[in-house]
């Protein structure tokens, strides 16, 4: 079975990046035909989502994040990461890292001074 796990810093400051790692057990994210990715949830809204990586390198994102955020993918650690570049306290919500099937349990980001 395979499991992601969210990790992030918890708290940013406004203006700063901010990056959340997905560590993939289970399964590789070089998995043919595989692609893997990141939604958030910001407070009382819906899913909104971000990017996502494929199995052989390809990536993709939300045009309206586009120009702030950069997936990446380390395949000898099977992780992949989501940076979002001048985060505001409007980018405080919980993040989560998906594939087709599975989601990891979420790591919160809150943005504030």
């Known amino acids: 079975q395979v499991q992601l796990q969210e990790s992030g810093p918890g708290l940013v400051k406004p203006s700063q990046t901010l990056s959340l790692t997905c560590t993939v057990s289970?399964?590789?994210?070089?998995?043919?035909?595989?692609?893997w990715g990141w939604v958030r949830q910001c407070p009382g809204k819906g899913l909104e989502w971000m990017a996502a990586?494929?199995?052989?390198?390809?990536?993709f994102y939300n045009p309206s994040l586009k120009s702030r955020t950069s997936i990446s993918r380390d395949i000898l650690k099977n992780q992949y990461s989501l940076y979002l570049s001048y985060v505001t306290p409007e980018n405080t919500a919980m993040y989560y890292c998906?594939?087709?099937?599975?989601w990891g349990q979420g790591t919160q980001v809150t943005v504030s001074p």
């Open positions: 998906f594939n087709a099937e599975d």
């Open positions: 289970g399964g590789s994210i070089t998995a043919r035909n595989s692609a």
């Open positions: 990586i494929r199995y052989e390198g390809s990536n």
